[in-house]
């Protein structure tokens, strides 16, 4: 040792001192993001804790702090295109009139901005391949999302007219935006909006409980006629 220079310090154990780097608000971003990417690129199956903690740049152990686990990241990640906790309450707003189209119009701009409609596609392909990740989407929409709207609008069976709007929804980006089927695939976004809007009020606000047909062939099919010889045809004569 160099006289009067000053002997090192005892080397510290335990965890590394934090840094901005590693952790803080923007190393979840960075998490977020890379999980993103990872889902986009790879797939539900292919994407691991550890890839995404690579891509970010941190250690997984960080990722399993943040997120928990895989199935976590996916459902932040779903949530980082829709927003939940901002749009629900927007969605809502303070005329129930026009629900139906201030949720058609969320959910298109959504998917046409190229930077949501990216990993939402990975998410819809990823859902119809696994199992996990069909329940996470799942989860996420009908809890977090039209869950909570359906909730608010004190209408009978609110889970069930969550799923009707679910399903109508998700069709919708699987044609449009999945199989690219014409001519829904180049229609103009205010059309959609603008037919699907409607069908969405219902499913949300009608207060009415419908019950079930007791005809068989539904509403307004005709009886069976008991005539064997079919309804109009003259009777055999008794001679």
């Known amino acids: 040792m160099t006289p009067g220079a000053e002997a090192p310090g005892p080397r510290r154990r335990g965890r590394p001192a934090r840094t901005t780097a590693t952790e803080g608000p923007d190393a979840r971003t960075r998490i977020l993001e890379s999980a993103r990417t990872e889902f986009a690129e790879r797939g539900y199956d292919k994407t691991s804790v550890r890839g995404i903690a690579k891509a970010a740049g941190v250690d997984a152990a960080l990722v399993h702090h943040y997120f928990g686990t895989k199935d976590e990241v996916f459902a932040a990640a779903i949530e980082l295109s829709f927003e939940p906790a901002l749009v629900v309450p927007a969605i809502l707003g303070s005329d129930k009139d026009g629900l139906g189209e201030r949720l058609a119009r969320f959910f298109i701009a959504v998917w046409e901005n190229p930077a949501s409609r990216t990993p939402l596609l990975a998410v819809l392909r990823s859902a119809l391949t696994n199992e996990a990740a069909a329940n996470v989407l799942r989860g996420?929409?009908?809890?977090?999302?039209?869950?909570?709207?359906?909730?608010?609008?004190?209408?009978?069976?609110?889970?069930?007219?969550?799923?009707?709007?679910?399903?109508?929804?998700?069709?919708?980006?699987m044609l449009r935006y999945v199989l690219r089927a014409?001519?829904?695939?180049?229609?103009?976004?205010?059309?959609?909006?603008?037919?699907?809007?409607?069908?969405?009020?219902?499913?949300?606000?009608?207060?009415?409980?419908?019950?079930?047909?007791?005809?068989?062939?539904?509403?307004?099919?005709?009886?069976?006629?008991?005539?064997?010889?079919?309804?109009?045809?003259?009777?055999?004569?008794?001679?």
């Open 140 to 173: 996420f929409v009908l809890s977090r999302l039209l869950g909570r709207i359906a909730e608010q609008l004190d209408v009978p069976d609110p889970t069930f007219r969550a799923e009707l709007a679910a399903s109508h929804m998700v069709g919708i980006a």
């Open 182 to 239: 014409e001519p829904l695939a180049s229609a103009d976004p205010e059309k959609i909006i603008a037919m699907v809007a409607p069908t969405l009020q219902h499913y949300l606000t009608d207060n009415s409980s419908p019950s079930p047909s007791t005809d068989p062939d539904g509403p307004g099919h005709p009886s069976p006629s008991t005539d064997p010889e079919g309804p109009g045809h003259p009777s055999p004569s008794g001679d």
